[in-house]
């Protein structure tokens, strides 16, 4: 009687733990989104300090080994590592129309002969195609992927797929640096427009006028300033920032002060006849 009962027992712990392990068979994928469009580094380990195996485009869809809080292990073609968490969102693999596909990649035997796409996994054979063949990839089943070629969806295996190259990084520009600034106008009258000499000739700055010094009354952001009644007795300066490939401020020398009119600076009295040394002439 005892027998029957664990046998009872036993079968039933059994029919119970049938679902589980099916659940746990089945695939589940995830898409990596970047944000930006250079990609995530897939890892040798869980953590920056391991080495980066390649970088998958934002979009690529992957299967998912072991979720984590901050590190998820994740099987993307051929290669198996880790990948952050907060990059990967998740998606039902097993449903076509829910699945984002990576883009276009091609098939790629590399020996000259065709690949078989198939139902599934070693299923029915569906066509032959050969290298070159665009495709769509849909998402990831241990060695197989799942693609579109054409109208015609399937599985084939992932070492037969060449996956698009990563963007690579844009080549840094070299900075230079501002040398110098000069106003037009040493000696500004109101009305008069001050404009600046940059060099080098090709750099790109911002502008901001002062009145007085740099931190004074700012005046304007304008690549040129027309003095006004307001600034009469005060000093005028323009500070630039370079932007773009330009680094660096320059300050230009302060003008004299503003002015309603021009003043005369001085006289000078030269001997403009030779031939009459009594005959001067006054020169402003």
Not at 249 to 269: C, D, F, H, N, Y
Request: glycine residues 10%; proline residues 6%; hydrophobic residues 40%.
């Amino acid at each position: 009687m005892k027998k029957i009962v664990v046998t009872l027992l036993l079968a039933a712990i059994l029919l119970t733990m049938t679902p589980m392990s099916a659940t746990l068979a089945e695939a589940s994928y995830a898409t990596v989104q970047s944000g930006n469009q250079y990609g995530v580094r897939l890892r040798l380990g869980p953590s920056t300090s391991y080495a980066s195996q390649t970088t998958l485009p934002s979009g690529t869809v992957v299967t998912v080994l072991e979720k984590g809080t901050v590190w998820t292990r994740i099987q993307a073609g051929t290669l198996t590592g880790y990948m952050m968490s907060k990059f990967l969102v998740s998606s039902d693999g097993s449903n076509p129309s829910s699945t984002p596909s990576l883009g276009t990649a091609t098939v790629y035997a590399g020996n000259g002969l065709r690949t078989w796409l198939r139902t599934a996994p070693n299923g029915r054979r569906l066509g032959l195609y050969s290298d070159g063949t665009p495709l769509t990839i849909l998402g990831y089943k241990g060695e197989w992927t799942r693609v579109m070629i054409g109208s015609s969806v399937g599985y084939m295996m992932s070492k037969y797929i060449a996956l698009p190259a990563p963007t690579p990084a844009p080549t840094p520009i070299p900075y230079s640096a501002l040398t110098k600034v000069e106003l037009n106008y040493e000696y500004p009258l109101v009305g008069d427009t001050l404009t600046a000499t940059i060099t080098p000739a090709q750099a790109t700055v911002d502008y901001q006028w002062y009145r007085d010094e740099v931190g004074g009354t700012k005046l304007s952001t304008a690549a040129a300033y027309t003095a006004t009644t307001a600034d009469v007795g005060h000093k005028i300066c323009l500070q630039v920032t370079g932007n773009g490939q330009w680094a660096g401020q320059k300050v230009s020398v302060l003008s004299q002060p503003v002015t309603k009119e021009r003043k005369v600076a001085g006289v000078m009295i030269v001997n403009t006849i030779a031939d009459h040394p009594r005959l001067w002439r006054a020169t402003f």
